[in-house]
Each structure stands twice: as structure tokens, then as C-alpha cells.
């Protein structure tokens, strides 16, 4: 019968161009030849009761999408959301060539409205302020707690109540440095409600790192709390700021306000290093504020938010996201790529400090009224079961994580998972790197007992959402594949000379036409925007990814081709990791590039280039990587130091960094041509210091 169901399936599946599937029948009775034919169906039961369950269905959505978009996405804006003005005849606007002016991207222009608002105040109109909004989970077992929409809309409120007492206005900037705790869903909420903009810096990020962000988007006020334990140990989250703050200041931006929230269980308030007039107790002040705050209805193209992310130079790109369009388009992509419905308990294993941690632990979720776990501590304290006894214990339906845990968790073995029910689950959902095809299996076959469908969802903190991914209940499934664009999307595989390549292809993955969720500028720099998004394949947006399309239409992602490398799905510019070593005193020139780990994905590797007369030794190796540590944090410090007595360059003074990909990957006769470099004999010496 699976036989069956896979003909119907294919019969559906369209020919066509711009990534729609231009399925094989004749795959059905070959035997598996590789992975492109290794495919995955949906059960009968699962896209019987899915909200799209059928080629043909996404098929016919898709196409209304691509042809008529203004009335698609007004269509889903109109009817699930609230808008105190509704937009302009024209939804949206659209500039993405640089050859015809400045790149500009407009949806839903003149309407106001509020995410806030939808996310949380029209679930209690509608008389579910009595659902859970927040199931969190803290580190230790037995350490929990939840709120309801109605109680998330007072804590929200109270806290924009305080915020606009000290004079936080639309348009102002508010750093967030929190771990998973309520408050930060809540903090961010605050900040939406009342116009401001959040910038939330991930809590792993050094004080010197935090200090950069303060420095470019001067906010009035950095929330933070005192201290946070990560399994067994405790992190003065407060001493960082202090570092950062103390930084920012003589980087001429000096904040005013730190409000902190007292985490009990890690620290005690007498504890926390004080500055008076500065420093204020979250608890002292923000309960004694009302708990209803009106809202701020805000231009769809205001900005929402900030969030700091790598690129391929040593300097964070502020991307900026604006209300209406990355509001529609969270929630939407979060309702149909997990085929979400009102039963279901949703975990994103994913910290806020990233961009899907925003889209998709606090507003995509939310949006939908759904019920949302938020868990602070780490996935394998106390044991490696920690992640199927949180689904066990709040009956998660749609687990969302990254590649780069479900390796880990599956080179711990199974009895970890077994220990477990998990029949609550239904649909799983990775992001962050490419996902390896045994790891999917292990993902579907283990923790989803071969029953849950996986969304492996490609995008990035550019693009706000979902971009290519899994209708689950739709079409089979390729382990390893992000299958198809969503609605609205129109991804292209371009060749170096910015040619759209037709068929099976490999290439530059860019994206043709705007969609609602698309970042509208970094911030302080449209012109870096420009030149790095819009420059290299003009008419289109360049992600920086590279692509396959197999014959089937499918798309495999393979990888960052700028120098970009995703670390435990961590994004990391080499660049950043370079500025950071090269402040050593003792080192004089460093080259970094991504190197594949079982684990990670990709590990860091560096290059290092002492100064002269200075010896290599173990506490010097250290002592590197304490500089990564402390400019980055911890996330982004070297697996593997390679001393190099020199780089190899062109005779213009260029690093080959292929050559070095290739050192360092071992793959020794991939070397290629050396002749051009400048001093050809220091790629023996390299080699020869492999080992060291
Ligand atoms: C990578 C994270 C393959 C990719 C949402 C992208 C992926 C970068 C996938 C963005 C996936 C993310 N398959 N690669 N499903 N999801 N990536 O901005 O290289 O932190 O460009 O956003 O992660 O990382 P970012």
C-alpha cells in the first residue's frame, strides 16, 4: 500500500520551474541507489488529518502565492491578524536591484498594528486567556513553572508599564542579556508592545562582545539577571554586564538603566555586585506597576527588533526586522511547516539570543496561541535524557531542534531515549546546519519511533523564516533534504556569473522577489546590506548558501561558500574569530576556516602565526584560545591550533584559505594548484606540523 501511496503522491507532484517539484516516477520499484532516492512517506493517518496533505494542495497555494502575492499573503493578514489601519492598496513594495536604486523592502506599508497585541491580547479576547502560553522548565529536575495567556499579558504589561516610566519611548533601543527564563520571552514581548526595540544578545556572548552591540545600537536600558546555572556550574551573568558596560562607556555610550531580575536558584541578591543608581531589582520595581498597559500601535515598517549576526568580516551585522511582514510571515511559516493545531505543546530547543529563539520560541508560536515549552538548562544535565523526559513530562507534540544535538544525543546511546514514551510526539523539526542523512534517520527512527514526520527548515536570520522546508503530510520526505520553497519563496541556484541554472544543478543558493519576513536593513549600514546581499548576483538576494536541486526538484543545502561556518549551529565568522586571536599579543597572523566535526557539524580551525621568536608551547595554545573565549565566548573557541610558521598567499598578499580547507581536512592530494602562491614551500611546512 505504500507502493500506492507513493504513485498518488508522485502523479500529483508538478513539472515545473523556480523549485516546484518535477517529481520522477520513475523512482517508484528502483532499488536505492543513493540518497536522492531514499525517500520517506508521510502515514496515511498523519496527512489525512494534516492542514496541507497533498502535492497538489501546496501545489495550488504555492502557485496563488508566486502569481498573485499581494492577494496571498493580504488574504492570511486579513483574517488572522489585527490591524488598527489596515495597508495601502499596495501590500507591498519592492526594490532588490542595485542597478535601479537603493534596495527597498515594504509590506503591508501605512498599516498599524501590534505583535504584542496579536500574540497575546487577542488569545484572551477570544477566551483563551486560560490556555498555557509558557511551560518552563528550569535546570534542575523539578524546577518549573507556568503562565497563562492572560497571566503572560499582565507580566507583559507590568513590565512596559515600568519601561515607559523610565522613559523608554517608541523607537528606543533595550539590550536583553538573559538566559531562557519567562522573562525573556517577556522581556522581548515588553519591548514590542510598547514600540521599543529589542535587541537580545545571546547570554553565551563575552562582556566585550556585548559591549560592541551596546556601542552600535545605544540602548536606554540592558535587562539582565544576576546569575544562571548551565548544568552543574553558575555564570555571573551581572559581572559580564558590569565588564560591558564599563566597555561601553569608554566607547562613549553609557547606559543609565540596568535592570536586573534576581534568578534565585543560581545567586542571592547580596551576592550580586551592586551599582547603586544604576542597578535596580526587577522584583522591586516591576510587580508594583498595573497590569494592563495600552498599546502602541506601530507602523508595519517600524522596526521591531535587532540581532546581532556574523558575517564574513570581523564586525556583528545588526539585522533589523520590521512589524507587519516578519509578524504574517512567523506565524504562517510556524502553522504550516509543523502543521500546527490548537492541541498541540510545541518545544524549540533553541536559546532567544538566536534568531529562532525569536521567530519561533517566542512570536511564530505565540501568534498561533500556542502552547510553547521554554527550557533554561542544558540537554544533557543531568543525564542524556534530559530532552525525552521534558517531552514526556508536558506532553510535547512538535519537538524543533538542531542537527548538531541530535549527534550528540545519538553518540550516547539509545537507552537514553528508550527510558522514555515520547508517543506525545508528532512532528519534529531541525534547523541551523545540514543535517546528515544518518542523523535524520536516527531522529525519525528513534526519537520519533518512525512515526513523526521532520521539518528540516532552511533559512537564516536575514530571511526571518522558513524559506525552504517540509509540509509535513504534503509530499515523501529525503532525509537530509529541506525539500521545497515555502509559499511566496523563489529560490534559484545561480552559477559564479549569476546565470539561474535550470533542472538538476548545483550552485549559489539566492532568492528572486521579496517575502514578508525579509530583513529590511542592518542596521547603521544599508549600504553594507547592499553590497553584501544584493552586489554578487544583482536582481537577487544571495544567502551565502550553497545548493543542490536533485532531479526530483528537492534541495539540498551544502554549506556556507563565504566564510561563514555554522558551529553546533552556532553561525561564526571566521573574520570575528581572526580579530579575536590577533589581539594576542604573541600572535602575529591568524587564518581560520571550518573543519567537519562528528559533533558540530563544523569545528573551528585555526591557523597561527606566532611573532617572531616566540615558541610554540601547550600554555600558549591555551592561552589563544582564552582570547576567543573571552572576546566571543566560549561557543566560538578553536577546536584545533596549527602552528604556522607562515600562511600560504598569492603575491598579492591573499590567503588561500582553500588551500588551508584542504590542510586541514587532510585531504592532502585535493591540495589543487600551488604555483600561484608566493612561496609555495610553506604548504610542507604546514603539512609537516600537522600533528603538532
Ligand atoms: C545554516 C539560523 C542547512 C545555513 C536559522 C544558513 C542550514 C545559516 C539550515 C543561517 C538547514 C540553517 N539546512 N543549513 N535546515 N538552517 N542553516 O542566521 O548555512 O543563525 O545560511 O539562522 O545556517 O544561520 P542563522
New binding site residues.
Given amino acids: 500500500s505504500d507502493r500506492l501511496r507513493h504513485a498518488d503522491f508522485m502523479s500529483q507532484l508538478p513539472s515545473g520551474a523556480g523549485g516546484i517539484p518535477r517529481l520522477n516516477a520513475a523512482i517508484l520499484g528502483k532499488p536505492l541507489s543513493s540518497e536522492e532516492d531514499d525517500l520517506v512517506l508521510p502515514s496515511a493517518d498523519f496527512s489525512a488529518q494534516a492542514l496541507i496533505s497533498s502535492p497538489q494542495q501546496y501545489q495550488e497555494m504555492y502557485k496563488r502565492s508566486i502569481e498573485d502575492p499581494a492577494g496571498f499573503w493580504s488574504e492570511i493578514a486579513s483574517s488572522e491578524f489585527y490591524w488598527k489601519e489596515k495597508w495601502d492598496p499596495e501590500v507591498y513594495s519592492e526594490n532588490l536591484d542595485v542597478r535601479k536604486g537603493p534596495i527597498k523592502i515594504e509590506w503591508f506599508k501605512g498599516a498599524t498594528t501590534n505583535i504584542c497585541y496579536n500574540a497575546l491580547d487577542r488569545t484572551v479576547e477570544a477566551g483563551n486567556g486560560d490556555k498555557v502560553a509558557i511551560y518552563w522548565e528550569g535546570n534542575d529536575l523539578g524546577q518549573d513553572g507556568k503562565l497563562t495567556y492572560s497571566e503572560l499579558l499582565s507580566k507583559v504589561c507590568q513590565l512596559s508599564n515600568y519601561l515607559k516610566h523610565v522613559g523608554v519611548k517608541k523607537g528606543d533601543a533595550v539590550v536583553i542579556y538573559l538566559p531562557m527564563l519567562m522573562e525573556l520571552p517577556i522581556a522581548m514581548l515588553a519591548c514590542a508592545r510598547i514600540g521599543a526595540v529589542h535587541s537580545v544578545v545571546f547570554a553565551g556572548f563575552s562582556a566585550e562582545s556585548l559591549a560592541q552591540r551596546i556601542v552600535d545600537c545605544k540602548p536606554k536600558v540592558v535587562i539582565t539577571c544576576n546569575a544562571v546555572r548551565r548544568g552543574s556550574k553558575v555564570i555571573h551573568l551581572k559581572d559580564i554586564v558590569d565588564n560591558a558596560l564599563v566597555e561601553s562607556e569608554k566607547n562613549g555610550v553609557s547606559v543609565g538603566l540596568c535592570l536586573t531580575f534576581e534568578n534565585q536558584s543560581a545567586m542571592k541578591r547580596d551576592a550580586t555586585k551592586w551599582k547603586d543608581g544604576r542597578d535596580i531589582w526587577w522584583q522591586d520595581v516591576v510587580p508594583e506597576y498595573p497590569t494592563e498597559c495600552e498599546v502602541e500601535w506601530v507602523n508595519s515598517e517600524d522596526p521591531l527588533f535587532l540581532l546581532y549576526?556574523s558575517g564574513s568580516t570581523g564586525k556583528p551585522k545588526g539585522v533589523m526586522h520590521t512589524t507587519g511582514g516578519y509578524m504574517v510571515y512567523t506565524a504562517t511559516t510556524f502553522k504550516y511547516a509543523f502543521d500546527y493545531k490548537p492541541s498541540d505543546v510545541y518545544w524549540c530547543s533553541a536559546d532567544c539570543g538566536?534568531?529562532?529563539g525569536h521567530s519561533y520560541v517566542t512570536y511564530g508560536p505565540l501568534l498561533n496561541g500556542a502552547s510553547v515549552v521554554v527550557f533554561e538548562g542544558a540537554p544533557n544535565y543531568p543525564d542524556s535524557g534530559r530532552c525525552w523526559d521534558i517531552v514526556d513530562k508536558f506532553n510535547v507534540t512538535i519537538f524543533y531542534t538542531a542537527p548538531t544535538l541530535i549527534r550528540s544525543l545519538m553518540r550516547d546511546g539509545n537507552e537514553y531515549v528508550t527510558r522514555y514514551s515520547r508517543k506525545s510526539l508528532r512532528v519534529l523539526g531541525?534547523?541551523?546546519?545540514?543535517?546528515n542523512p544518518s542523523a535524520w534517520r536516527w531522529f525519525y527512527n528513534v526519537i520519533g519511533d518512525s512515526r513523526c514526520p521532520i521539518s528540516?527548515?532552511?533559512?537564516?536570520?536575514?530571511t526571518g523564516g522558513f524559506m525552504?522546508t517540509p509540509i509535513p503530510g504534503a509530499w515523501p520526505l529525503k532525509p537530509g533534504s529541506?525539500t521545497f520553497p515555502f509559499f511566496g519563496v523563489q529560490p534559484v541556484i545561480v552559477d559564479e556569473k549569476g546565470n539561474e541554472l535550470e533542472g538538476e544543478c548545483s550552485g549559489s543558493l539566492c532568492i528572486k522577489k521579496s517575502w514578508p519576513g525579509a530583513f529590511r536593513t542592518l542596521y547603521g549600514d544599508h549600504e553594507r546590506y547592499e553590497t553584501t546581499y544584493f552586489k554578487p548576483f544583482a536582481g537577487y538576494y544571495f544567502?551565502?548558501?550553497g545548493c543542490r536541486r536533485d532531479k526530483d526538484g528537492y534541495h539540498w543545502?551544502t554549506?556556507?561558500v563565504d566564510d561563514?561556518i555554522?558551529v553546533s549551529?552556532?553561525?561564526i565568522g571566521t573574520a570575528e574569530v581572526e580579530s579575536a586571536l590577533v589581539s594576542h599579543p604573541q600572535c602575529a597572523e591568524a587564518a581560520v576556516v571550518g573543519v567537519e566535526h562528528e559533533v558540530k557539524g563544523q569545528g573551528i580551525y585555526a591557523f597561527v602565526t606566532l611573532v617572531e621568536g616566540v615558541p610554540y608551547s601547550e600554555e600558549l595554545r591555551k592561552s589563544l584560545i582564552l582570547t576567543v573565549r573571552s572576546q566571543i565566548g566560549a561557543f566560538a573557541a578553536p577546536d584545533k591550533i596549527h602552528w604556522a610558521p607562515g600562511l600560504p598567499k598569492t603575491r598579492s598578499g591573499k590567503i588561500m584559505r582553500r588551500i588551508l580547507r584542504k590542510i586541514a581536512a587532510r585531504q592532502l592530494d585535493e591540495l589543487g594548484d600551488i604555483s600561484t602562491l608566493a612561496e609555495p614551500s610553506v604548504v610542507e611546512q604546514l603539512i609537516s606540523l600537522s600533528d603538532s
Avoid at 430 to 435: D, F, K, L, R, T
Avoid at 456 to 462: F, G, I, L, S, V
Fill in positions: 549576526t538566536w534568531i529562532t531541525s534547523v541551523g546546519e545540514p543535517i528540516d527548515t532552511w533559512w537564516q536570520t536575514e525552504i529541506a544567502s551565502g548558501d543545502l554549506g556556507r561563514v555554522n549551529g552556532h553561525r
